[in-house]
């Protein structure tokens, strides 16, 4: 008889790689051996063991070691309930095991399971979570484990607990009774993998029936899966057990950005829940667990509603966020509260960032998920800034670490405001630490799956204290852009308005207006005083600045001292885009009422192919070239171009400028 697949929770394996195949090949060379030897006894490999490894554990009154019984059991590889044959191989206080009449393992494999479920496992979980159904639907206090082939093509299942076995409404294909399956081809391959793999199974059993059907509620439901995964991989760890677990934990470490709540099954997904339970033992106590699996509510709520119920001064948000800052923090002394775990090991893996300052990228995160993203060293005495910036309206959070890599000085932590309608901020770390990390988190709806994505930007001593959220140390202006920061000649475009968040927006054009300011912080030539106030130079720039004289006063100065002329018109057109001969010029005129003008060019060389002699502005453009403050660019037929009529962009401008402060060798 056959019946359809149903839910039922499952453990995979840990084996990887050569030797999980040695284990394996083990297993069936003992095997094979062992049937050869049984050849000369007439009781077949059972019997011929048995009289090695001595008897198994004592029958209870009214069933005896061998007795058979059929059962329910999964066909992992057609999805489809079979009815199997098992017999009692071990009788213990707490404990009946069966093995399927097809399969065998060791009778010494079978006493050792059930005498350490019998005196470890169950006692130590049955302390910490609460006892199970007791004596339960089939009327016995012990546990049924039942040992078969699951029949797995992947054979990644080491074992499961279906829920509908202790379920008294449950499927057709329900055992009725308190019990758990391994996987016998589980427990060939890895030796020793029997209690740890009962642990993690019962306390699957525990924390449904004390969660779901010991729940009061009418609306009772089955916990998050995160949770439910958390409390079985931490009850390995109560019963003496963490080889598992730590091969787990270090598959999330190695991709902490897994999101906690979203689970897809795998290793990083356990090792999360385990190390996301571990912490919250160490922060509310280890009865905080069994309340929490006491708790009618579920996940997050289930969470908020036990902190409440101990009068806990945190929340599942709070603590979450502490979670994810210890995960870095644990493994960096000398530790700092609350950020470490206790007799546990973590330390996620954060992304490596090379290159030059500032360090500026993308990246995203999923929710409940976190990323790290380690900067390169610094000096202590620097001031470092960190600059982050998400989607409008995203759930995000970050912290910049500050770390002394030699473990002398206690880490800093300085927390990011991102709950601004721009999502983004900018926080300036302590002096006193060669290293950094930022780390970004999601902590949006429980249930949600999105990804978010966000860019940011950090640099020692930026300057003018400001760094572009679309410019790095990497781009090829950027040095020329440096050099005009530390001078405050550029600010850049803060968006939105009063956000802090700066872009440089380097392809945009540059206006006449904005350049007439450049030119005279450039050359040093600007003055506090607004000029010529009562009689405009030109009639489309009436007197109307701001507070610091833009644009009138710049345009008047540079007026003044003829660096600009408007046109015929009596215009200046202040708010067109600046050409890149228009830029020559004022960099030409710049130079020479700074008191350094350009060395005249008297040459004919053809050094652009868009700049013939005949060119009304070919000697500024080529004395300019000559100084060095301008290069042009190659063109698809491999000649050089100075593109004299298209508008200049702000990468262009401030590199031209920045080459203009060399050649006057402004300070």
Do not use: C
Request: no cysteine.
């Amino acid at each position: 008889m056959t019946g359809m697949l149903s839910a039922s929770t499952s453990s995979r394996h840990l084996r990887s790689g050569p030797w999980g195949t040695a284990l394996r090949l083990v297993a069936v060379v003992v095997l094979a051996a062992a049937l050869v030897v049984s050849l000369d006894f007439p009781g077949g490999i059972r019997a011929a063991l048995a009289e090695d490894d001595g008897p198994p554990g004592s029958a209870a009154p009214g069933q005896d070691a061998g007795d058979p019984q059929t059962f329910w059991a999964l066909d992992w590889a057609t999805g489809t309930y079979v009815q199997i044959h098992a017999s009692a191989e071990y009788i213990g206080d707490h404990a009946i095991i069966y093995v399927g009449d097809s399969g065998w393992l060791s009778p010494y494999s079978i006493n050792e399971l059930g005498t350490i479920f019998d005196t470890s496992v169950y006692p130590a979980l049955t302390e910490a979570y609460g006892s199970e159904p007791n004596p339960g639907m089939d009327g016995d206090p012990r546990i049924a484990i039942l040992i078969y082939d699951f029949n797995d093509p992947k054979n990644d299942i080491d074992a499961s607990f279906n829920p509908n076995d202790i379920n008294p409404n449950g499927s057709p294909y329900s055992n009725q009774s308190e019990m758990f399956y391994l996987n016998l081809r589980a427990l060939l391959a890895g030796p020793g993998q029997g209690p740890v793999l009962a642990a993690h199974e019962f306390a699957h059993l525990i924390v449904h029936y004390r969660d779901l059907m010991l729940d009061p509620s009418p609306y009772s439901s089955v916990e998050s899966p995160w949770l439910v995964e958390g409390f079985a991989t931490y009850g390995e760890h109560l019963a003496g057990y963490d080889e598992r677990a730590g091969s787990q934990l270090s598959a999330f470490t190695r991709d902490p950005g897994v999101g906690l709540t979203n689970w897809l099954g795998l290793r990083a997904n356990y090792g999360a829940a385990y190390s996301f339970m571990r912490y919250l033992a160490d922060r509310e106590g280890p009865a905080f667990v069994r309340a929490l699996i006491d708790q009618p509510l579920d996940g997050e709520a289930g969470v908020d509603a036990t902190l409440a119920g101990v009068s806990s001064a945190y929340s599942f948000a709070s603590l979450f966020d502490d979670w994810v800052v210890a995960g870095f923090l644990d493994e960096r002394p000398p530790q700092l509260w609350p950020y470490f775990f206790s007799d546990l090991s973590v330390s996620a893996q954060p992304w490596t960032l090379t290159g030059a300052f500032p360090a500026q990228g993308s990246a995203a995160v999923v929710n409940y998920g976190a990323v790290y993203l380690d900067f390169p060293a610094t000096l202590p005495s620097a001031i470092f800034q960190a600059v982050v910036d998400g989607a409008d309206g995203a759930p995000l959070h970050a912290a910049l670490v500050s770390w002394d890599s030699a473990g002398a000085v206690s880490p800093s932590l300085t927390r990011f405001d991102l709950a601004n309608a721009a999502t983004g901020s900018t926080v300036t770390a302590p002096a006193g630490y060669d290293r950094h990390t930022l780390i970004v988190w999601a902590r949006g709806l429980v249930w949600s799956v999105a990804s978010y994505s966000f860019t940011y930007s950090g640099s020692p001593d930026p300057p003018g204290g400001v760094q572009f959220l679309d410019m790095g140390g990497g781009d090829p202006f950027y040095e020329y852009v440096a050099a005009l920061l530390s001078r405050e000649i550029i600010s850049g475009k803060e968006v939105p308005s009063g956000s802090g968040l700066w872009f440089f927006m380097g392809k945009d054009n540059v206006l006449r207006a904005q350049f007439a300011k450049m030119i005279m912080q450039a050359t040093g030539l600007h003055t506090t005083e607004v000029d010529n106030l009562g009689d405009p130079t030109f009639k489309d720039v009436p007197s109307v600045y701001n507070e610091h004289g833009y644009p009138y006063d710049y345009i008047e100065e540079a007026a003044a001292l003829g660096i600009v002329t408007g046109y015929k018109n009596g215009t200046f057109s202040p708010y067109n885009p600046i050409t890149r001969s228009q830029l020559v010029l004022m960099i030409t005129r710049g130079a020479a009422a700074a008191g350094k003008p350009l060395p005249v060019y008297t040459g004919s060389a053809k050094v652009f192919a868009d700049v013939p002699l005949s060119h009304l502005y070919y000697r500024q453009i080529m004395a300019a070239y000559s100084a060095g403050i301008l290069s042009g660019s190659p063109g698809g037929d491999g000649r050089l171009y100075f593109h004299p009529y298209s508008p200049a962009s702000r990468n262009h401008v401030a590199k031209m400028t920045a080459k203009l402060l060399e050649y006057l060798e402004m300070p």
